[in-house]
């Protein structure tokens, strides 16, 4: 086995625990994993693996790596997107974890009507209120849902977070639990189920699955360190 599988291998193992651990479905979580920085051929070996779902935060790295991979790997956009690539890339991703304003949300389903998509969507929540990360404040997601809601060619999955990093994996839970606090409360007064919750990466991933989490974006740990960039 390539030590790349070894990894995936380990991942799966250490996921599908934390998810028997939480009393969950095993088809529950997908497991998405974040090839960013790695270049095609060490990606992969984790796609012949059998990793088919994989992620990177940047449309050209995108763009330039999905034509050196099998065809069957569905990809996710989990990186902020500025609205002069919308175009570019939506054909080629099933979903898009960082819709971050309202502006991005509107642009997205213009084009996707333009082109015949239906992408599905999570929308970023920045609950630390931090300057460098992008996402909706809570009040503001609150305000601007039922619009959301309203485009037609969204097809809302639920919320996503990054919280602060932090070496105690234990520091993450209070923002994993305030995002599915969050998701409880619109759901049920916009009375929509925004089921997905993306949250949770290499060092946090299980306390995301034991709050709630159905997408985990894992990518140092399969992959390997990408260093101090
Ligand atoms: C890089 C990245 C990840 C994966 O981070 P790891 O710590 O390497 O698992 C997850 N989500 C987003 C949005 C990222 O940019």
């Known amino acids: 086995m390539s030590s790349i599988a070894e990894s995936l291998s380990r991942i799966q193992d250490r996921l599908a625990a934390a998810i028997s651990k939480a009393n969950r479905a095993q088809s529950d979580v997908e497991l998405l994993a974040v090839s960013k920085t790695f270049p095609a051929e060490v990606v992969k070996e984790a796609v012949e693996a059998g990793q088919l779902l994989l992620g990177e935060n940047k449309v050209q790295e995108l763009l330039a790596k999905k034509p050196l991979l099998p065809g069957k790997v569905r990809w996710h956009l989990i990186g902020h997107l500025q609205s002069n690539k919308i175009r570019k890339i939506l054909p ?51 305000a601007s849902l039922e619009e959301i ?49 993306s949250m949770g990466m290499s060092h946090d991933f299980e306390v995301a699955v034991e709050e709630g989490s159905t997408i985990v974006r894992v990518g140092s740990a399969i992959f390997g360190s990408r260093g101090r960039a």
């Open 92 to 142: 080629e991703v099933e979903a898009v974890h960082s819709i971050d304003s309202l502006d991005l949300a509107k642009g997205v389903d213009r084009v996707s009507g333009e082109l015949g998509l239906r992408p599905k969507v999570y929308l970023e929540v920045n609950l630390a209120a931090e300057s460098t990360k992008h996402g909706f404040p809570p009040s503001a997601l609150e």
């Open 149 to 197: 809601l309203a485009l037609p060619r969204l097809e809302v999955q639920g919320l996503m977070c990054i919280p602060p990093f932090c070496e105690d994996v234990e520091a993450s839970r209070p923002y994993f639990v305030q995002l599915r606090q969050l998701r409880d409360r619109l759901a049920s007064s916009f009375d929509v189920p925004l089921s997905g919750l």
